[in-house]
C-alpha cells in the first residue's frame, strides 16, 4: 500500500526558509493531489496547501505568501518551502495525499473540493528558533 | 472562511459505552465532512469520508451521518483502543475542528 515519509531539518532559525520533502513508495503520484498539513502543539490541525502531478498547486490563503509546493514525480516526491519562519511556525509537519475529491466553480474560480487525507506521513516536528 | 465548532472539547467514556461527538459549520458543505481519529505521537487516521461512508479496514462500530452544517460521529461498544482524539474536517475550503479529547472513565 501508498506509504509516505518526510524527510528534513528539525530545526529551523527564525527569517530563515524551512524545507522538507514527503517521499511517495508503493504507488505512483500520478492522478492524485499531494498535501502538506500541520500540527500545532497545542494540537491544532492546519492545511498548508497541496499539489497535483502536473505541478498545479493551491494554497491555504493564511499562508500563500510564504509557500511553495512542487513536485518531483521521477523521485515520487512532493517538498515544502515556508519562508520567514517565526517560532509560530513551530509544528509537526504530515505530508498526505488527498484522494476523493472534485472541482467546482466557487468564487470565479475552480477549487478542488469534497477531498479527504489518506493516508499520512508519519510527521515530522520542525522547532522554530535561534 | 467556514468556521467549525466541534464538540465537545472532552469526553469520557467507559469500555462499551456509545458516545456521539459533533461537528457544526458555519455554512453549508452538502456531505464535505471527514473525521480522523488520532493516537498520542501518530498520524490522524482517516475513519469516515464524505460525512457518512466509512474508510476501509475502520471498525463498523464507528458510523458518520449529518449534511448541510451538522455532522456526527459515533463509536458504539467503546473498546480500549478507540481512546484517542478525533477530529472533524471540512473538505470545502479545508480546515479542522477542534478535536474530542475521548478518555477512559
Known amino acids: 500500500q501508498v506509504q509516505l515519509q518526510e524527510s528534513g531539518p528539525g530545526l529551523v532559525k527564525p527569517s530563515e526558509t524551512l524545507s522538507l520533502s514527503c517521499t511517495v513508495s508503493g504507488g505512483s503520484l500520478s492522478s492524485y493531489y499531494w498535501s502538506w498539513i500541520r500540527q500545532f502543539p497545542g494540537k491544532g490541525l492546519e492545511w498548508i496547501g497541496n499539489?497535483?502531478?502536473?505541478?498545479?498547486?493551491m494554497y491555504n490563503p493564511s499562508l500563500k505568501s510564504r509557500v511553495t509546493i512542487s513536485v518531483d514525480t521521477s523521485k515520487k516526491q512532493f517538498s515544502l518551502s515556508l519562508s520567514s519562519v517565526t517560532a509560530a511556525d513551530t509544528a509537526v509537519y504530515f505530508c498526505?495525499?488527498?484522494?476523493?475529491?472534485?472541482?467546482?466553480?466557487?468564487?470565479?474560480?475552480?477549487?478542488?473540493?469534497?477531498?479527504?487525507?489518506?493516508?499520512w506521513g508519519q510527521g515530522t516536528l520542525v522547532t522554530v528558533s535561534s | 472562511d467556514i468556521q467549525m465548532t466541534q464538540s465537545p472539547s472532552s469526553l469520557s467514556a467507559s469500555l462499551g459505552d456509545t458516545v456521539t461527538i459533533t461537528c457544526r459549520t458555519s455554512?453549508?458543505?452538502?456531505?464535505?465532512l471527514n473525521w480522523y481519529q488520532q493516537h498520542p505521537g501518530k498520524a490522524p487516521r482517516l475513519l469516515i469520508y464524505?460525512?457518512?461512508s466509512l474508510q476501509s479496514g475502520v471498525p463498523s462500530r464507528f458510523s458518520g451521518s449529518g449534511s448541510g452544517t451538522d455532522f456526527t460521529l459515533t463509536i458504539n461498544n467503546l473498546q480500549a483502543e478507540d481512546f484517542a482524539t478525533y477530529y472533524c474536517?471540512?473538505?470545502?475550503?479545508?480546515?479542522f475542528g477542534q478535536g474530542t479529547r475521548l478518555d477512559i472513565k
Open positions: 464524505a460525512a457518512s
Open positions: 474536517q471540512e473538505s470545502h475550503s479545508t480546515s
Open positions: 498526505a495525499r488527498e484522494p476523493g475529491g472534485d472541482h467546482e466553480y466557487i468564487g470565479g474560480s475552480y477549487r478542488y473540493v469534497g477531498a479527504w487525507f489518506d493516508p
Open positions: 455554512q453549508s458543505i452538502n456531505s464535505y
Open positions: 499539489v497535483y502531478e502536473t505541478g498545479s498547486t
